[in-house]
């Protein structure tokens, strides 16, 4: 395919730890294409100006150049051009290059990216851990219902996807709502998981522990403290506590699945919860061992139907980085059809 034929999406997806790069093509018929990506250390990056910088010299184009620019970020965002890091100092703001007009640029959390990815080939081709042996007849796309997604790492994110038709018939496309959720009170039960709770509030300077607590990786190292005795940094705890049977694994399970039975009920996510974030990732028995299906299914009016909800894992981190392209796939899919619908001017 000529060079010309090709449209450019410069993506980035930037955690508390990892800042990754992305400069996508996009073909005449919508199909992203990852040309080149490159991770990068998030605190390296102190200004928006050092992001841009990066981007130029990283993916060999500025934004000023590309035909779209979506930066994802681990944190709140405003008016879609600005935000910032909850857990780092980076704050980015994309007003000033907006305001020079050309490209669209945009701001975006980085759920809401990981939930544009559930809409890729990164989201069909997500590995299905529920039920365990899939239904030959199930479809690999996402359903026409709604969607969430739920990812632990530097901290806890959590985002959904509504199908426009649900508000207008006959709709296509898709509503992505952000979330903070990760930030609402995470509910603990019985003296043991208190117990636990009144530790980690002290450890934490906290007067209520949130989701982002619990199962970041901090919070993992404070389980796995709290329950074992040692100090281990949350890579060590998933080398060592994740792999096998161990209390870690089953407190850190049961925790788990009780934040996505909480998001599923909350989004009535009947078309799939996809789970992304680097934990599971690099530890999917975290998300696929008993303890965590039998706190997902817990409820006693609908665990029949969270039952009938699939639950697949995206295994891949650049996930995010997919997710910030096909959100800018779809910004120009939006701008062409404005466009288009658009009066023809008289000369």
Known sequence: ????????ILAADIGGTNCRLGRFGLTPA?????????????????????????LER????????????????????????????????????????????????R???????????????????????WPATPSPNAASAPARAPLAVIGAGTGLGVAALYPLDMAAAGADGWLVAPSEGGHAAFPFVGDEENAFHDFLRKRLGLGAARGD??????????????????????????ATALASSTPTLRWYARFYGRACRDLMLSCLAAGGLWIA???AARNPLCVSCD????????????????????VRL??????????????????????????????????
Not at 213 to 238: I, K, Q
Not at 291 to 310: K, M, Q, T
């Open 1 to 8: 395919m000529p060079e010309d034929a090709l449209r450019h």
């Open 30 to 54: 919508g199909e992203l294409l990852l040309e080149r990506s490159v991770w990068l250390e998030s605190p390296g990056l102190a200004t928006t100006e050092h992001l841009l910088a990066a």
């Open 58 to 105: 990283e993916l060999e184009l500025h934004p000023a150049a590309a035909d779209a620019t979506v930066l994802a970020i681990g944190g709140p965002v405003h008016d879609g051009l600005s935000g910032r890091l909850t857990n780092g100092s980076l704050e980015v703001d994309l007003r000033p290059l907006s305001l020079r007009g050309g490209p669209p640029v």
């Open 107 to 129: 701001v975006i959390n980085d759920f809401v990216a990981q939930a544009c990815a559930c809409l890729t080939n990164l989201g069909e081709e997500a590995r299905q851990v």
């Open 213 to 238: 607590d619990v199962l970041s990786g901090r919070g993992l190292a404070l389980l796995h403290e709290f329950l074992a005795g040692e100090r281990l940094s949350p890579g060590e705890v998933g």
């Open 277 to 279: 974030g680097g934990i």
């Open 291 to 310: 303890a965590f299906f039998a706190e997902l299914h817990a409820e006693p009016d609908f665990s029949g139907w969270l039952r009938e909800i699939p």
């Open 314 to 347: 995206l295994e891949n981190v650049e996930s995010g980085l997919w997710g910030a392209a096909q959100y800018g796939r779809m910004l120009l899919a939006r701008h062409s059809a404005a466009t288009s619908a658009q009066p023809a001017r008289n000369n």
